[in-house]
């Protein structure tokens, strides 16, 4: 056919691109304040529950002493005991003294933030120092990418990354690298890295899962083809380019080895393809090597 083969076409060209590192990880809190029952009570009522954000000295909880509880308790006892009216008179005053020395404490958040977790329910008996709820500070909360350790020597602190967070929408958002953490994973071959919200959020929940996806280097001026024009063997692995003559009516097929792949195009780096030289993007498959080629719209 005088005419080609029917082709569509894209050019070959230079581009700046980043090394994008991709983690999963979650968000996590740097500093957890507990709010703890300051002697021996009873938990009378609870305000708050688990996700819910709270104000620093927010009352979000009411104890009453288990001392005091005790002294009405007794008087109480007094009364049932008691077989005439001069001693229920005499219990029943106790009971009220008692009631009016009843010790109820408000407790209150010690810092802005979320709430992660509670340890008690209204009618709880509590010890002194137990943990009736842990608070994460507000502005305190990171995100914890899990970095695979073949990726972790690009990874260095100051690098910018965006995190894909579902629940906080569909927009990314924006961080930067803190430091690499302890703790790495045998057994997924990991290790936590910190990254920080910029701007700051403040009211961001923990908890919540994502991927960040750190700019770990760039590659400027790299030579990149449309990922369409490039063709990979599955079975030999060999990726290959049906790229046109200097005319534009022949195609010549080109073994490359490729690197970076982002924004929908695919670095070549080698051989050095010229720049400007037009490669094939659709009608390639199956195309002989030499064949005439009719560019189409």
């Given at each position: ?131 009736v709820l842990i608070i994460a500070v507000a502005g305190t ?12 020597g690009a990874v260095t602190p100051g690098e910018h990354a ?17 430091d690499l953490l302890p703790m790495a994973s045998s057994e ?110």
């Amino acid at each position: 056919d005088d005419a080609g083969v029917p082709v569509r076409v894209d050019t070959i060209r230079r581009m700046d691109l980043d090394v994008i590192v991709e983690a999963p990880g979650h968000t996590e809190a740097l500093k957890q304040d507990r709010v703890r029952s300051p002697f021996a009570s009873d938990l009378v009522s609870l305000t708050v529950t688990d996700g819910d954000h709270v104000r620093a000295g927010q009352v979000i909880a009411e104890v009453v002493s288990k001392n005091s509880e005790a002294a009405l308790d007794g008087a109480r006892q007094m009364l049932a005991a008691a077989d005439n009216e001069a001693d229920s008179a005499d219990a029943r005053r106790a009971i009220e003294i008692a009631r009016r020395q009843l010790v109820h404490t408000p407790l209150r958040a010690p810092a802005g933030g979320v709430v992660l977790s509670h340890g008690a329910e209204v009618g709880d008996y509590l010890d002194e120092g137990e943990v009736v709820l842990i608070i994460a500070v507000a502005g305190t909360v990171f995100f914890k990418a899990q970095v695979t350790q073949d990726d972790l020597g690009a990874v260095t602190p100051g690098e910018h990354a965006t995190i894909d967070l579902p629940a906080e929408g569909p927009t990314p958002v924006g961080a930067v690298v803190h430091d690499l953490l302890p703790m790495a994973s045998s057994e997924n071959l990991s290790a936590p890295v910190r990254l920080d919200f910029r701007p700051a959020r403040p009211n961001i929940a923990v908890g919540l899962f994502g991927t960040a996806s750190i700019v770990a280097g760039r590659h400027p001026g790299a030579i990149v083809v449309p990922r369409a024009a490039v063709l990979r063997d599955d079975v030999s692995g060999v990726s290959r380019v049906a790229m046109l003559d200097p005319t534009g009516t022949t195609a010549h097929w080109v073994v490359v080895k490729t690197g970076l792949d982002e924004g929908g195009h695919v670095e070549i780096t080698s051989p050095a393809l010229p720049v400007g030289r037009q490669v094939i993007v659709d009608g390639q498959v199956g195309l002989p090597d030499g064949s005439r080629v009719s560019i189409q719209p």
